[in-house]
């Protein structure tokens, strides 16, 4: 049986989450009190028929929340294997969202959502620590959750649990969150300077043609590609199961784009399990 607790952030998009888990076949539950953890379980174990099974569980039960590191215990005494996924986003992205639609974070209690926000992070540092996956969905798009969520659930034994999440970004704009590795690519020649080029993102064949017709842009991708096809058996090596690359230039829509796709394709080529996002290259425009 595979059971995923998926919890995180208010407004972090775990109810996308959840509809992509049932869509391949997981047996859902929003909103599960923590005490019924193992009961719940245990039921589903007896019926025989349910293996698959995904709990959404956080702040939003309030002070129940609180027996959820008795609950997953009492999962490890009885030896059930689960697995955490965390959804998190920046706290800009999350008042954005919550503005956009109206409603009042769980937390805020008549206050700012801001202050909600704070307080649940801070509740949450333990149970994030303890996921075996964060997702950032800062600046992901329903399809790209969706793909991330599938390419962490493949059960393909070739790629020894190990997800590559290959991420562009513009360093105005800060560097992502959970990032392991960041690779700055501010040195390359810049498309934003070529009036034909300007307004348009790494995505455009002719953004990449510009970048990647550079000598130091080939040299500079094959040692990355060395480097990375290096540290990664040994990340796999030391029980790593999700590994961050960053890839940042000015504004995250030229440089870092089309470099961030040559990685992907690179280590999908390499027949890793990767999933690749833009966080800026749609904004300013």
């Known amino acids: 049986m595979k059971i995923l607790i998926v919890t995180g952030m208010s407004g972090a998009g775990k109810s996308s989450a959840m509809r992509v888990l049932e869509d391949i076949g997981y047996y859902c539950v929003d909103n599960m009190p923590p005490a019924l953890l193992s009961p719940f379980i245990e039921v589903c174990q007896s019926t ?11 702040l939003r039960g309030g002070d129940l929340f609180n027996q959820l590191f008795e609950s997953l215990n009492e999962l490890t005494q009885l030896e059930i294997e689960y697995e955490i996924i965390f959804l998190d986003a920046t706290d800009q992205s999350l008042v954005k969202r919550y503005k956009e639609t109206r409603r ?3 937390l805020a209690k008549g206050g700012t959502i801001m202050a909600g926000i704070r307080k649940e992070r801070n509740l949450l540092s333990e149970v994030r620590n303890r996921a075996k996956y964060i ?17 962490i659930l493949m059960d393909d034994k070739e790629y020894k649990g190990l997800v590559v999440n290959v991420i562009s970004f513009g360093f105005k704009n800060g560097i ?19 009036n034909a080029l300007k307004h348009k993102t ?16 080939t040299q500079f991708l094959e040692k990355l590609e060395d480097m990375i096809e290096f540290l990664i058996p040994h990340y796999i090596e030391e029980g790593k199961n999700q590994l961050i690359i960053a890839i940042g230039c000015t504004g995250g829509k030229h440089r870092s784009v089309a470099i961030a796709e040559e990685l992907g394709k690179f280590l999908k080529d390499a027949n890793y399990r990767v999933a690749i996002s833009h966080r800026d290259y749609m904004k300013d425009r």
């Not at 025989?48 to 956080?58: F, P």
């Not at 960041?182 to 020649?189: G, I």
């Not at 790494?202 to 842009?217: A, I, R, S, Y």
């Open 104 to 106: 009042s974070h769980p």
């Open 202 to 217: 790494g995505m455009n064949k002719e953004v990449k043609d510009f970048v990647l017709n550079f000598k130091q842009t």
């Open 48 to 58: 025989g028929k349910m293996d698959k099974i995904a709990l959404v569980i956080d």
């Open 176 to 194: 992502p969150l959970d990032v392991d590795l960041v690779f700055d690519v501010r040195f390359l020649p810049n498309p934003y300077y070529e």
């Open 135 to 151: 997702i950032d969905t800062t600046s992901l798009k329903p399809s790209q959750l969706r793909d991330e969520m599938h390419s």
